[in-house]
T-cell receptor
Framework: DTGVSQDPRHKITKRGQNVTFRCDPI?????LYWYRQTLGQGPEFLTY????????KSRLLSDRFSAERPKGSFSTLEIQRTEQGDSAMYLC????????????FGQGTRLTVV | DAKTTQPTSMDCAEGRAANLPCNHS???????VYWYRQIHSQGPQYIIH???NNETNEMASLIITEDRKSSTLILPHATLRDTAVYYC??????????????FGTGTRLQVFP
């Protein structure tokens, strides 16, 4: 297992287009998190899955954002009708339930909306 | 909001110990203290965590005060590659609704030659 992987690493899109990002967590991890990070700020929590269930969504996750984890393995984050303010690094992390071990982060997907 | 307070930035000479403080005065009994760092343009990387005892691993040491209201991350021999933003986070990993990591703005550590 090579850790948490995210695809693509970079995405440039025109305003108004839809984009979808993928996250493959560490295989035995049942918790998966999405974060967003803008320049100079720490990562901000967006949403969280335990297996296939989406247990929490931040108020930052507007109705243009949707996340899925259909089989409790990989996850997708879709942004519809992108806006320039959506430009950010989108980070995925995974961890093991009922464990005090750490969360592992992917390298992120950097989105630029032009 | 983040439950921790950290200095915005610190400098450290290469080869010297870097001591990064963190205040978490509202930490609850079942919350752990985690430290992550983020090197430019990469995802956050786990460093160390602890509940109440001091901890040490190959990367760093974590000193938690007896009242658990503050902690210090120690990089014993800082190198240029340790230049990064360091985040101190409190989290309860066994709770489904409080286990997520809430990041503040962290401490930007600059290691100079």
């Amino acid at each position: 297992d090579t850790g948490v992987s995210q695809d693509p690493r970079h995405k440039i899109t025109k305003r108004g287009q839809n984009v979808t990002f993928r996250c493959d967590p560490i295989s035995e991890h049942n918790r998966l998190y999405w974060y967003r990070q803008t320049l100079g700020q720490g990562p901000e929590f967006l949403t969280y899955f335990q297996n296939e269930a989406q247990l929490e969504k931040s108020r930052l996750l507007s109705d243009r954002f949707s996340a899925e984890r259909p089989k409790g393995s990989f996850s997708t984050l879709e942004i519809q009708r992108t806006e320039q303010g959506d430009s950010a690094m989108y980070l995925c992390a995974s961890s093991l339930e009922n464990s005090n071990t750490e969360a592992f982060f992917g390298q992120g997907t950097r989105l630029t909306v032009v | 909001d983040a439950k921790t307070t950290q200095p915005t930035s610190m400098d450290c000479a290469e080869g010297r110990a870097a001591n990064l403080p963190c205040n978490h005065s509202t930490i609850s009994g079942n919350e752990y203290v985690y430290w992550y760092r983020q090197i430019h343009s990469q995802g956050p990387q786990y460093i160390i965590h602890g509940l109440k005892n001091n901890e040490t691993n190959e990367m760093a040491s974590l000193i938690i005060t007896e009242d658990r209201k503050s902690s210090t991350l120690i990089l014993p021999h800082a190198t240029l590659r340790d230049t990064a933003v360091y985040y101190c986070i409190v989290s309860n990993p066994r709770s489904y609704n409080t286990d997520k990591l809430i990041f503040g703005t962290g401490t930007r550590l600059q290691v100079f030659p």
